[in-house]
């Protein structure tokens, strides 16, 4: 099955610590992105990144870091410097990238729930 | 900033009855999409519409885009209690093409 997985489904986080949140996906896809949502809002854009060892801040990066080392891989690092990091993270991807082809419509994972005890 | 501003925020209808969203934004755009979201899931595409495009249809789908009002709607017609979901419209803004903004979703509620 092609798709995008995302764990672990639910993390919990004490205060002052870094978590990562993975995220994986096998649809050969140039582009991933994480976005955060926060409880009945639309999704906030924190790092994207168009090709392996490339990416980009989003509108909300602060607090938060990513890599890229592989095509199938975009970790996201929740730091001790993100005050407020309860929220939900989703994980999406597009076929498009540097490259430009086809439309952007996104893929998205199941989600990650983060909550700080 | 959000760039999408969907309208109404939530929304409750008896099944059988259609259902129509809206979308506002702000800037030019390259296209605008559609999402659903069931409760605690992920997003799911629905439909995208390109910037010269008037209509488009998918199934029970609707969408319509006036780009010289920045505006969009989503009508769902003979909705059914599955359709229960948030829905979102996303902007891909011209020149920014990898980047989409999402908006802040209608929360619909299908009552059988």
Same mark, same amino acid.
């Given at each position: 099955d092609g798709g995008i997985t995302q764990s672990p489904k639910y993390l919990f986080r004490k205060e002052g610590q870094n978590v990562t949140l993975s995220c994986e996906q096998n649809l050969n896809h140039d582009a991933m992105y994480w976005y955060r949502q926060d409880p009945g809002q639309g999704l906030r854009l924190i790092y994207y990144s168009q090709i392996v060892n490339d990416f980009q801040k989003g509108d909300i990066a602060e607090g938060y870091s990513v890599s890229r080392e592989k095509k199938e891989s975009f970790p996201l690092t929740v730091t001790?410097?993100?005050?407020?990091?309860?929220a939900f993270y989703l994980c999406a991807s597009n076929p498009g990238g540097t490259s430009g082809r086809g439309d952007n419509e996104q893929f998205f994972g199941p989600g990650t729930r983060l909550t700080v005890l | 900033s959000q760039q999408g501003e969907e309208d109404p925020q939530a929304l409750s209808i008896q099944e059988g009855e259609n259902a129509t969203m809206n979308c506002s934004y702000k800037t030019s755009i390259n296209n605008l999409q559609w999402y659903r979201q069931n409760s605690g899931r992920g997003l799911v595409h629905l439909i995208l519409i390109r910037s010269n495009e008037r209509e488009k249809h998918s199934g029970r789908l609707r969408v319509t885009l006036d780009t010289s009002k920045k505006s969009s709607s989503l009508l769902i017609t003979a909705?059914? %209690? %599955?359709?229960t979901a948030s829905y979102f419209c996303a902007t891909a803004p011209s020149g920014g093409y990898q980047k989409v903004t999402f908006g802040t979703g209608t929360k619909l509620q299908v009552i059988p």
């Open positions: 001790s410097a993100q005050k407020n990091p309860t | 909705s059914r %209690a %599955a359709d």
